[in-house]
Nanobody
């Protein structure tokens, strides 16, 4: 069982920056692919970014590529999302999700929220125009 707690959300003006953190419980954090998703009012949860369990590889949605950076610190059981050049359309509740690695050969390009095993309660990000 893994518990995830997101933090760092808030209100920011368009063009600004915000950093999110997700702290995970448990001793096997390095065995999980970690992802960030977001959900705006009236919309489905959408993929934002994912990072491989080792932290060496990342993958982004086209809408955030070049603006957002996902990273992880396995020693601190934490995954981060640095968001720069924010836009009003980035406004959403941001969720951290974790997927237990099934094998060392599996991919980490998991972009569907139902492909993950655990998720947090979310943190609100609001970007004003």
């Amino acid at each position: 069982q893994v518990q995830l707690v997101e933090s760092g959300g808030g209100l920011v003006q368009a063009g600004g920056s915000l950093g999110l953190s997700c702290a995970a419980s448990g001793r096997t954090f390095s065995s999980y692919t970690m992802g960030w998703f977001r959900q705006a009012p009236g919309k489905e949860r959408e993929f934002v970014a994912t990072v491989r369990w080792s932290g060496g590889s990342t993958y982004y949605a086209d809408s955030v590529k070049g603006r957002f950076t996902i990273s992880r610190d396995n020693a601190k059981n934490t995954v981060y999302l640095q968001m720069n050049r924010l836009k009003p359309e980035d406004t959403a509740v941001y969720y951290c999700e974790a997927r237990l690695k099934r094998s060392s050969a599996e991919t980490f390009y998991y972009t569907g929220p139902d492909q993950y095993d655990y998720w947090g309660q979310g943190t609100q990000v609001t970007v004003s125009s």
